[in-house]
């Protein structure tokens, strides 16, 4: 496995993991009759600005990775 590939790996697990715990939440306290929405609109900021992140990383540990070719 390539390093290009580990980092992938991790950076999907860490956009969204988290997301799906906090939609997850959402709908457990939308079970509840509570309100949910603040949780849905915590997931989607979450999976928005860690995906960009995400891309960031990504974008750059490949570019890395060809200048060294």
Same mark, same amino acid.
């Given at each position: 496995?390539?390093?290009?590939?580990?980092?992938?790996?991790?950076?999907?697990?860490?956009?969204?993991?988290? %997301?799906?715990?906090?939609?997850?939440?959402?709908?457990?306290?939308?079970?509840?009759?509570?309100?949910?929405?603040?949780?849905?609109?915590?997931?989607?900021?979450?999976?928005?600005i860690? %995906?960009?992140?995400?891309?960031?990383?990504?974008?750059?540990?490949?570019?890395?990775?060809?200048e060294?070719?």
């Open positions: 496995m390539t390093t290009e590939t580990k980092i992938a790996r991790v950076l999907l697990v860490f956009v969204f993991a988290p %997301g799906g715990g906090l939609f997850g939440k959402a709908v457990a306290e939308a079970a509840q009759a509570r309100p949910w929405w603040p949780w849905l609109l915590a997931a989607l900021v979450w999976l928005v860690s %995906g960009a992140i995400s891309m960031a990383v990504s974008t750059a540990v490949s570019n890395h990775s060809v060294h070719r």
